[in-house]
């Protein structure tokens, strides 16, 4: 897919096009990155070191990948998948592509992509960003179709000005100037945040990171100026999890880093539990 998709792509260094050289992408100002033999490419400058506790490793990824696939979360998924066909309805333009930031494992990405399947949507390039590359290796062994890159979206988004008809930010950071300089004049940015009773009962019960009740105020407000809300959908369920359930959305999460030994020990004795599932999807478009 890097073959078709590299011209989407810019330079972190200098902002150039790229090309496909071999199996790495070369800029014009012959700034070079290489294709991992995963099937990724690393953006990331090789200056730049990161500490261990950015992004997600791979117990956290896998944790999220059995998760995920046990269909826990579909609600949200169907709610996505119906944003994605409104948000690239009509023509597709040669340079136009779909992006998430924060992609992990795929899960989502993958999802839209396959609702948009004998729809001109189809045809656009379907890009997945992450800062770990644990999640860009695994995400890129998965969905062969998708091209996943490792980028620092705060440090900005490697991809053309104006040509992204779809932009998923799911629990994951977001740069509200970066969404808007990419987003395509008819193109639609979608976020998804927790409600604030999100996994009540196993924040309650296990003592976990909580969701701030403020988290959506301060998140519109970071957008104010760069793009406008134009929908906000709430979903909330009851969702039944068994024992491994119950420790894969744990370890999948920020909480994974801050468990003690005793929380840990009660975790792995949780036979099931019902708690709900709490999501907001807030829909923008340029201003």
């Known amino acids: 897919m890097l073959q078709q998709c590299a011209s989407a792509l810019v330079c972190p260094l200098c902002g150039a096009s790229f090309e496909v050289e071999g199996r790495s992408v070369v800029c014009h100002n012959r700034h070079t990155f290489d294709l991992a033999r995963s099937g990724y490419v690393n953006l990331l400058p090789s200056t730049r070191k990161l500490a261990e506790t950015v992004g997600d490793n791979q117990e956290m990824l896998s944790a999220r990948k059995r998760f995920l696939d046990g269909g826990y979360f579909d609600p949200l998924v169907d709610a996505l998948r119906r944003s994605a066909r409104e948000s690239t309805e009509g023509p597709v333009e040669p340079e136009g592509y ?47 179709d998708i091209t996943f890159l490792v980028a620092d979206v705060h440090k900005g988004i490697p991809l053309g000005s104006g040509n992204a008809r779809l932009l998923l930010d799911v629990f994951a950071p977001r740069s509200p100037q970066e ?20 996994l009540g009962e196993l924040v309650s019960r296990f003592d976990l990171l909580q969701v701030h009740g403020d988290k959506e105020e301060i998140m519109l407000k970071d957008f104010e100026g760069t793009l406008r809300l134009t929908d906000r959908t709430p979903i909330q369920y009851d969702v039944s999890l068994p024992a491994q359930a119950v420790q894969d959305v744990v370890e999948m999460g920020p909480s994974a880093r801050h468990l003690s030994d005793e929380t840990r020990l009660a975790i792995d004795e949780t036979t099931a539990l019902t708690c709900t599932a709490s999501f907001v999807v807030l829909t923008f478009e340029r201003l």
Not at 125 to 139: E, H, L, N, T, Y
Not at 180 to 197: C, E, F, Q, W
Request: charged fraction near 20%.
């Open 98 to 144: 779909a992006v998430e930031v924060g992609s992990g494992t795929g899960y989502y990405l993958a999802a839209i992509k396959d609702a948009l399947a004998g729809t001109p949507a189809e045809e656009l390039c379907f890009f997945g960003i992450d800062i770990s590359k644990a999640a860009a290796r695994m995400s890129a062994g998965l969905h062969k």
């Open 179 to 198: 969404f808007a300089r990419v987003l395509h004049p008819n193109g639609r940015v979608v976020v998804v945040i927790p409600g604030s009773d999100h």
